[in-house]
């Protein structure tokens, strides 16, 4: 299970920070992602992160937003600065492949998603 957390309203100008954990007896992520989609609008893909680090990011928030995570513990972050209007969405979170463990087997899953946050940002 993804859990997202962080959003919110804030003036433009202002700053968020998302939180997304993935629950469960986790044994690798690979990569993870943040997401939005804005109403009328198609989801797109605002930052991604691999397992090792790597990161890639929309054109539109290149330099205000940064992706992170914490695979200790299983954790992807999206700090927003400088928060525009347009930037008003539902954020979702993504891991692209989850493997866990139970009773001695391991399970994979694809494309799994949160359930999304709101993020409203006031001009």
């Known amino acids: 299970q993804l859990v997202e957390s962080g959003g919110g309203l804030v003036q433009a100008g202002g700053s968020l920070r998302l939180s997304c954990a993935a629950s469960?007896?986790?044994?690798?992520?690979?990569?993870m992602g943040w997401y939005r989609q804005a109403p009328g609008k198609q989801r797109e893909l605002v930052a991604a992160i691999t397992s090792g680090g790597s990161t890639n990011y929309a054109d539109s928030v290149k330099g205000r937003f940064t992706i992170s995570r914490d695979n200790a513990k299983n954790t992807v972050y999206l700090q927003m600065n400088s928060l525009k209007p347009e930037d008003t969405a539902v954020y979702y979170c993504?891991?692209?492949?989850?493997?866990?463990?139970?009773?001695?087997?391991?399970?994979?899953?694809?494309?799994?998603w949160g359930q999304g946050t709101q993020v409203t940002v006031s001009s």
């Open positions: 469960g007896s986790i044994v690798s992520i690979n990569a």
């Open positions: 993504n891991a692209d492949r989850i493997v866990t463990s139970y009773s001695g087997s391991y399970y994979t899953q694809y494309d799994y």
